[in-house]
């Protein structure tokens, strides 16, 4: 049973990796973990929008399964 | 391709692509261009050798394996909003030097206005949308990812 956290760009720096596998839970304890883990994580966490398997995630209480990735996305810089 | 003989207006074509590949204005502009289009409108985002001030030394951008599909998205969404006849899009990722192009973004159009406004709103929605990152070097040595403070 697991579930893959991605970062990416900023949110990659602070945690310095670009994956973290937890135990399946809710997104909202899933990001806890990983803030735990990576405290430099809280600094660009605010500003980061979640896709939950490539899908828009705006519920924080939404149960993340198993099998599942939790993406952590700065915010977009493109162009 | 556009039909000579369709008066009305009929977005036909919305093209998209996320690559690490080289990509010139010119090269999407000419995709675009057709016997009914009495506009194309062109645009280049350029690598600067600067930011606020700063001399970038470097600079590279990191695109979500979502980024192409939603670049095709947006190309769709404009064609559908303006009256226009072609829309393209391309955004460039991984390292890019100075003075080469990050984005470009192209639109053909019977007419001027719908031409301009088209690829302004392309522009807009792609740096609002796309899940792509800009990560700089600055010739001190220091580094940022964009946006991010």
């Not at chain 1, 994580?41 to 980061?48: D, E, K, N, Y």
């Not at chain 2, 192409?68 to 226009?84: M, T």
């Amino acid at each position: 049973m697991a579930v893959t956290l991605r970062f990416y760009a900023a949110a990659r720096k602070a945690t310095g990796t670009s994956e973290m596998t937890l135990e399946p839970s809710v997104a909202l304890h899933l990001l806890d973990q990983a803030v735990a883990a990576h405290p430099k994580l809280l600094g660009v966490l605010g500003q980061c929008s979640f896709l939950l398997n490539e899908v828009a995630l705006h519920d924080f209480d939404t149960q993340v399964p198993d099998g599942s990735t939790l993406d952590v996305l700065p915010p977009f810089a493109g162009g | 391709m556009a039909k000579e003989n369709n008066n009305d207006f009929m977005a036909n074509i919305a093209s998209a692509l996320v690559t690490t590949d080289v990509i010139v204005v010119a090269d999407f502009a000419a995709a675009v261009r057709s016997n009914v289009s009495g506009a194309v409108v062109t645009f280049s985002g350029d690598v600067r050798d600067n930011d606020h001030g700063r001399a970038v030394a470097s600079l590279e951008y990191e695109a979500h394996p979502t980024a192409q599909s939603l670049l095709e998205k947006v190309a769709r969404e404009i064609a559908e909003r303006h009256e226009v006849l072609s829309v393209s899009v391309a955004h460039r990722h991984g390292p890019i030097p100075i003075g080469e192009s990050a984005l470009v973004a192209v639109v053909s159009a019977k007419h001027r206005k719908a031409a301009f406004s088209a690829c302004a709103d392309l522009v807009d929605e792609v740096k609002a949308q796309i899940p792509i990152w800009k990560h700089q070097v600055f010739t001190d040595g220091t580094d940022e990812w964009v946006n991010c403070a």
